[in-house]
């Protein structure tokens, strides 16, 4: 009787062991990414305030552990007369309040970004702004589809790399309506820390 104790104790020690082994696995494989809900004080974004009734109405991406480059859409990228894809740093974003919110991804799914990045970095040009998809989520309707990756707006280019590095949890009813605070909703997100964004501050996303 005690061998066969002794057995299935050295059997479920094991499994116990092989299991938390895959998770470990797993965890090491895992990556960071952030997203950044800013209040910039531009005319543009204070309309949108008027119209909201929320604090914060430009969302970005950030896919690494520093704030060298913060992707989004704009109404103005400096490449495009009607914005696009644009690649922020602080100091276009210098004097905005900030929410920051972190989520894990996949080792694979952190390389699928790093690519998608770098695809509308070299096809800039080629995005703009979806002033169609901005009437939808100012007033909360869907009146106009919108399922070209190239013309966007902050919220539906930040949803669709979610989406790309495999972050589930948004109704897909209601996509075309979402405002950028109402993305970080999602339970997979953690709080991280809010302040104002500056240009002297130090470039690791612990300080910002």
């Known amino acids: 009787m005690s061998d066969v104790l002794e057995k299935d104790t050295v059997e479920s020690f094991s499994l116990g062991l092989e299991k938390w082994m895959h998770v470990s696995d797993v965890m090491e494989d895992m990556k960071t990414i952030y ?10 974004n204070r309309l949108s305030t008027k119209v909201t009734k929320q604090n914060y109405n430009h969302i970005s991406l ?30 276009d974003l210098n004097g905005s309040r900030y929410r920051l919110y972190a989520v ?15 695809e509308y970095k070299e096809n800039i040009a080629n995005t703009s702004y979806s002033f169609k998809s901005l009437v939808n989520a100012l007033f909360k309707t869907d009146i106009f589809d919108n399922e070209d990756e190239s013309n966007m ?14 972050v589930e949890g948004f109704d897909k009813k ?5 405002r950028p605070n109402e993305l970080i909703r999602s339970k997979k ?20």
Do not use: P
């Open 62 to 91: 950030i896919i690494d552990n520093n704030l060298d480059e913060i992707y989004t859409f704009s109404l103005s990228n400096g490449v495009n007369i009607f914005g696009g894809f644009q690649v922020e740093d602080r100091e």
């Open 153 to 166: 707006i902050c919220s539906l280019f930040v949803l669709s790399m979610l989406t790309e590095a495999g």
């Open 35 to 44: 997203v950044l809900l800013t209040d910039t004080k531009t005319l543009f």
């Open 104 to 118: 894990e991804v996949t080792e694979a799914a952190h390389l699928k970004l790093t690519n998608k990045i770098s």
């Open 174 to 178: 209601s996509v075309a309506k979402l």
């Open 189 to 208: 997100f953690r709080y991280v820390r809010r302040g104002t964004i500056s240009t002297t501050m130090n470039v690791s996303i612990e300080w910002i």
